[in-house]
């Protein structure tokens, strides 16, 4: 080694870092660090090609001109309500400055061993501070505190400004959420003391597999980070998701029906036909066997169809909701038809896909046969969009119409788009929880069926995807009274029908007091049942492992809050309170097997469109 060299080694062994109190230090090996500091270069470079070679291709596409453009305009409207009075500004920075005063003071008696209490007020619970360094280390624990002050003013910020209209208000509410999310302390290595040390005993290891890992992240969402939430390579559908047994009966352009094989002697005669969203696929009912709703009701003595949707491309662009219906539930009803001989049905529709079928039950009111489905079941569905939750957050002129020019360029909106969207609604849950595992703490997240499957996103059709979020979201016309489908304006009024409403008690997609207030709209009796957790737990809630209660109370009148007050709390799962009721009266005849009725069945389940990726 030449003298030049050993004076470059010792002077970066002298710049190596300081044992910090709770951070262990490994002995330092130079040409470990350069070689990892190589692959960290290298990832690196092979992230920023990713970028901009799926700019150069056309592959990156924005949602909006200028995502950063609304944040802007909305958070300046915060800021323009502040500054206009300055001593209110004043006024409230001397609650902040107080905060930090404390906190200070607080710091100081630690640093000293004394006992103190925090500064300001903490969650019962929060996963990124779970280490306990958050709370024994006077550095960590400032950083923390001051995280907690900054995030709690911020909010005040918005709350607390008038004269702001009802919806940017919220939207300044939902982009400052975003932001504190994003700016944590616990998203960064040098604040973060469990990366800090893991950075510390891997000599930087860690930082170089999640580089390799951000670099095929963007390689494979094409200029923007798909963020990867499990194991992609340990599940298939058809293999170990999605493996009730069953066949494809009936196939068109937009859908293929299945029919399950019984798994029971004998049936009910009134087979069920079961909409999913589009939005996703249908499988999250048929994830395993342990888990599956459907197998669950083929083993009651239902025989089931099932809705698998198309993802759709280019081809799709101009098919609107009047398509999806006649192509949808409608074709489906005289395929059972058909099959079974049973000129009724009962149907279970799910989120966007309930939204459908309660449409098409009002436009089958006005026909002449208003009861070929004599029973209906949703599941976290919304009729009434007034209560709809943080997704009217999305929801402007400005943003539609942005929506709708990005898809008249390609025909559809592409499935990731709308899964960065419900992301977005739990950011710390579902995106920086992963980010920080994934490309700081260099780790591979475990399988998970569910994640999976939420992964698994499907296109939105451009007419289909227009038409849904304009009258619903927007205008809210088929609770109006207003909505136009084939040819008809839609009354729910006019559906006389049992319904089955279940709800879900913390569901931030389809808010549970919206589902209530639904409920009202339609002119038949209305069974409402709430579940506990949210808009996939509340309804995957099996009975051989079920995780939450569920709650009825009666009649749907008067406030929602007053129905909580007084339902009745049962431990389990709803299922089978559903199945009684849809069940009730009903008779029993020969199992049904799928090509009984002499036609050729199409393919085996799941089929062959739900294997198509978006």
Same mark, same amino acid.
């Given at each position: 080694?030449?003298?030049?060299?050993?004076?470059?080694?010792?002077?970066?062994?002298?710049?190596?870092?300081?044992?910090?109190?709770?951070? /262990?230090?490994?002995?330092?090996?130079?040409? +470990?660090?350069?070689?990892?500091?190589?692959?960290?270069?290298?990832?690196?470079?092979?992230?920023?090609?990713?970028?901009?070679?799926?700019?150069?291709?056309?592959?990156?596409?924005?949602?909006?001109?200028?995502?950063?453009?609304?944040?802007?305009?909305?958070?300046?409207?915060?800021?323009?309500?502040?500054?206009?009075?300055?001593?209110?500004?004043?006024?409230?920075?001397?609650?902040?400055?107080?905060?930090?005063?404390?906190?200070?003071?607080?710091?100081?008696?630690?640093?000293?061993?004394?006992?103190?209490?925090?500064?300001?007020?903490?969650?019962? +619970?929060?996963?990124?501070?779970?280490?306990?360094?958050?709370?024994?280390?006077?550095?960590?624990?400032?950083?923390?505190?001051?995280?907690?002050?900054?995030?709690?003013?911020?909010?005040?910020?918005?709350?607390?400004?008038?004269?702001?209209?009802?919806?940017?208000?919220?939207?300044?509410?939902?982009?400052?959420?975003?932001?504190?999310?994003?700016?944590? /302390?616990?998203?960064?290595?040098?604040?973060?003391?469990?990366? !800090?040390?893991?950075?510390?005993?891997?000599?930087?290891?860690?930082?170089?597999?999640?580089?390799?890992? !951000?670099?095929?992240?963007?390689?494979?969402?094409?200029?923007?980070?798909?963020? &990867?939430?499990?194991?992609?390579?340990?599940?298939?559908?058809?293999?170990?998701?999605?493996?009730? /047994?069953?066949?494809?009966?009936?196939?068109?352009? %937009?859908?293929?029906?299945?029919?399950?094989?019984?798994?029971?002697?004998?049936?009910?005669?009134?087979?069920?036909?079961?909409?999913?969203?589009?939005?996703?696929?249908?499988?999250?009912l048929d994830l395993n066997?342990?888990?599956?709703?459907? &197998?669950?009701?083929?083993?009651?003595?239902?025989?089931?169809?099932?809705?698998?949707?198309?993802?759709?491309?280019?081809?799709?662009?101009?098919?609107?909701?009047?398509?999806?219906?006649?192509?949808?539930?409608?074709?489906?009803l005289d395929e059972i038809?058909?099959?079974?001989?049973?000129?009724?049905?009962?149907?279970?529709?799910?989120?966007?896909?309930?939204?459908? %079928?309660?449409?098409?039950?009002?436009?089958?009111?006005?026909?002449?046969?208003?009861?070929?489905?004599?029973?209906?079941?949703?599941?976290?569905?919304?009729?009434?969009?007034?209560?709809?939750?943080?997704?009217?957050?999305?929801?402007?002129?400005?943003?539609?119409?942005?929506?709708?020019?990005?898809?008249? &360029?390609?025909?559809?909106?592409?499935?990731?788009?709308?899964?960065?969207?419900?992301?977005? !609604?739990?950011?710390?849950?579902?995106?920086?929880?992963?980010?920080?595992?994934?490309?700081?703490?260099?780790?591979?997240?475990?399988?998970?069926?569910?994640?999976?499957?939420?992964?698994?996103?499907?296109?939105?059709?451009?007419?289909?995807?227009?038409?849904?979020?304009?009258?619903?979201?927007?205008?809210?016309?088929?609770? +109006?009274?207003?909505?136009?489908?084939?040819?008809?304006?839609?009354?729910?009024?006019?559906?006389?029908? /049992?319904?089955?409403?279940?709800?879900?008690?913390?569901?931030?997609?389809?808010?549970? +007091?919206?589902?209530?207030?639904?409920?009202?709209?339609?002119?038949?009796?209305?069974?409402?049942?709430?579940?506990g957790s949210g808009h996939?737990?509340?309804?995957?809630?099996?009975?051989?492992?079920?995780?939450?209660?569920?709650?009825?109370?009666?009649?749907?009148?008067?406030?929602?809050?007053?129905?909580?007050?007084?339902?009745?709390?049962?431990?389990?799962?709803?299922?089978?309170?559903?199945?009684?009721?849809?069940?009730?009266?009903?008779? !029993?005849?020969?199992?049904?097997?799928?090509?009984?009725?002499? &036609?050729?069945?199409?393919?085996?389940?799941?089929?062959?469109?739900?294997?198509?990726?978006?």
């Amino acid at each position: 080694m030449s003298d030049k060299e050993r004076d470059a080694k010792a002077k970066v062994a002298e710049a190596a870092p300081e044992a910090t109190p709770g951070i /262990p230090q490994p002995p330092f090996d130079l040409e +470990k660090l350069g070689a990892i500091s190589t692959d960290i270069l290298a990832e690196s470079s092979k992230v920023g090609a990713a970028y901009i070679g799926a700019i150069e291709s056309g592959e990156k596409t924005s949602l909006v001109p200028d995502e950063s453009a609304d944040l802007a305009k909305t958070l300046g409207a915060v800021a323009e309500y502040w500054l206009k009075d300055p001593a209110r500004l004043v006024e409230v920075q001397k609650n902040l400055s107080l905060d930090m005063i404390n906190l200070w003071s607080s710091m100081l008696k630690k640093v000293h061993g004394e006992e103190a209490p925090p500064a300001v007020e903490m969650p019962a +619970k929060d996963n990124r501070f779970a280490d306990p360094e958050w709370n024994e280390h006077p550095y960590f624990n400032f950083l923390k505190q001051a995280y907690f002050i900054g995030s709690q003013f911020a909010n005040t910020l918005v709350d607390k400004a008038e004269d702001i209209d009802p919806h940017t208000k919220k939207k300044a509410g939902f982009y400052m959420r975003q932001l504190a999310s994003a700016f944590s /302390p616990s998203n960064f290595i040098m604040t973060n003391p469990e990366l !800090l040390r893991a950075t510390i005993e891997q000599k930087g290891e860690n930082i170089a597999r999640g580089m390799k890992m !951000l670099a095929e992240d963007v390689a494979a969402g094409k200029g923007e980070i798909k963020l &990867r939430q499990t194991d992609g390579t340990a599940f298939e559908v058809g293999v170990n998701l999605a493996t009730t /047994p069953g066949k494809v009966v009936y196939r068109n352009d %937009l859908i293929e029906l299945i029919q399950y094989t019984p798994t029971t002697e004998k049936v009910f005669a009134r087979p069920l036909l079961i909409v999913p969203p589009w939005i996703n696929k249908f499988y999250i009912l048929d994830l395993n066997p342990e888990k599956s709703f459907i &197998r669950w009701a083929v083993s009651q003595g239902l025989t089931v169809f099932v809705i698998s949707w198309a993802n759709p491309t280019e081809k799709h662009r101009t098919y609107d909701w009047s398509s999806y219906m006649e192509k949808g539930p409608l074709a489906a009803l005289d395929e059972i038809e058909a099959i079974t001989g049973e000129k009724s049905v009962s149907a279970i529709g799910y989120c966007v896909g309930g939204t459908l %079928l309660a449409a098409t039950l009002a436009w089958l009111a006005q026909t002449r046969r208003p009861k070929r489905i004599s029973a209906a079941t949703f599941f976290t569905t919304q009729v009434d969009f007034t209560h709809a939750g943080e997704l009217l957050t999305f929801v402007d002129e400005d943003q539609i119409s942005a929506v709708e020019q990005l898809m008249a &360029r390609v025909g559809y909106l592409p499935g990731a788009k709308m899964a960065s969207a419900f992301n977005m !609604l739990r950011p710390n849950d579902l995106i920086w929880s992963y980010m920080v595992n994934n490309y700081l703490k260099g780790k591979s997240p475990p399988p998970f069926d569910l994640l999976f499957w939420n992964s698994d996103s499907t296109n939105m059709a451009e007419a289909n995807h227009s038409f849904y979020l304009r009258n619903c979201y927007m205008q809210n016309t088929l609770a +109006k009274g207003e909505m136009k489908l084939g040819g008809k304006t839609l009354d729910l009024k006019r559906v006389t029908i /049992p319904i089955y409403n279940l709800a879900a008690k913390e569901d931030h997609i389809a808010p549970a +007091k919206s589902v209530f207030v639904g409920s009202k709209l339609f002119g038949g009796p209305v069974t409402y049942v709430m579940s506990g957790s949210g808009h996939i737990a509340g309804v995957i809630n099996p009975v051989a492992k079920p995780k939450y209660q569920f709650w009825t109370g009666g009649p749907v009148e008067g406030e929602f809050e007053n129905w909580v007050a007084r339902a009745k709390e049962t431990a389990g799962t709803w299922w089978p309170h559903w199945l009684a009721w849809l069940t009730e009266g009903d008779k !029993l005849v020969p199992a049904r097997m799928p090509g009984d009725d002499g &036609r050729k069945t199409l393919a085996d389940a799941p089929g062959d469109y739900v294997r198509v990726k978006a």
